[in-house]
T-cell receptor, first 116, second 112 residues
Framework: SAVISQKPSRDICQRGTSLTIQCQVD?????MFWYRQQPGQSLTLIAT?????????ESGFVIDKFPISRPNLTFSTLTVSNMSPEDSSIYLC?????????????FGPGTRLTVL | QKEVEQDPGPLSVPEGAIVSLNCTYS??????FMWYRQYSRKGPELLMY????GNKEDGRFTAQVDKSSKYISLFIRDSQPSDSATYLC????????????FGTGTRLKVLA
């Protein structure tokens, strides 16, 4: 399984500022995913990031608010822009492991964001 | 109706008990079924995955899929305090799509 790290692990930010979260994988992967996990709720997919192409955003998420970069096959960033307290959440990146009878995802440790 | 339903708990059991965690789903096209364990302040960790129906065993953990009833279960035998965590079920339609649907998670506490 892939080993995934995220930076920062947590942060407290002021309303109106932006935070960039980094995700590093120890192997080359085609697709990386960004999720949000709000307290008491399930994981919500924000976007899918393919290397060399624009990220694909899920309904309710837009590029201006959550710009994503994917410069190579082991790295991605998610920026949370113009933050408000409603953006307080855990942000997780993940990668997939796909085979004939395998279709799973592995997650990073998450970034816990608090917006004041 | 949500695509995946999972009892949020919390579920408290004594050490050594057999734990049963369950999810129901509505989309009969789901083929891949996963269980993740998430400790407090950590990312979800893949525990078990199953393709299609049947049982899969790994140590103290058994994953069971009943596609006719649209019901999946995770059994933990001889539960330990270290099993205290939130358990999330997840499922996807098939290889070729990245759409995973997650349950909200069941919080489990194993009492020493």
């Amino acid at each position: 399984s892939a080993v995934i790290s995220q930076k920062p692990s947590r942060d407290i930010c002021q309303r109106g500022t932006s935070l960039t979260i980094q995700c590093q994988v120890d192997s080359q992967v085609t697709m990386m995913f960004w999720y949000r996990q709000q307290p008491g709720q399930s994981l919500t997919l924000i976007a899918t990031a393919n290397q060399g192409s624009e990220a694909t955003y899920e309904s309710g998420f837009v590029i201006d608010k959550f710009p994503i970069s994917r410069p190579n096959l082991t790295f991605s960033t998610l920026t949370v822009s113009n933050m408000s307290p409603e953006d307080s959440s855990i942000y997780l990146c993940s990668v997939e492991d796909r085979g004939p009878y395998t279709d799973t995802q592995y997650f990073g440790p998450g970034t816990r964001l608090t917006v004041l | 109706q949500k695509e995946v339903e999972q009892d949020p708990g919390p579920l408290s059991v004594p050490e050594g008990a057999i734990v049963s965690l369950n999810c129901t789903y509505s989309n009969s096209a789901f083929q891949y079924f996963m269980w993740y364990r998430q400790y407090s302040r950590k990312g979800p960790e893949l525990l078990m995955y199953t393709y299609s129906s049947g049982n899969k065993e790994d140590g103290r953990f058994t994953a069971q899929v009943d596609k006719s009833s649209k019901y999946i279960s995770l059994f933990i035998r001889d539960s330990q305090p270290s099993d205290s965590a939130t358990y999330l079920c997840a499922m996807s339609v098939s290889s070729g799509t990245y759409k995973y649907i997650f349950g909200t998670g069941t919080r489990l506490k194993v009492l020493a």
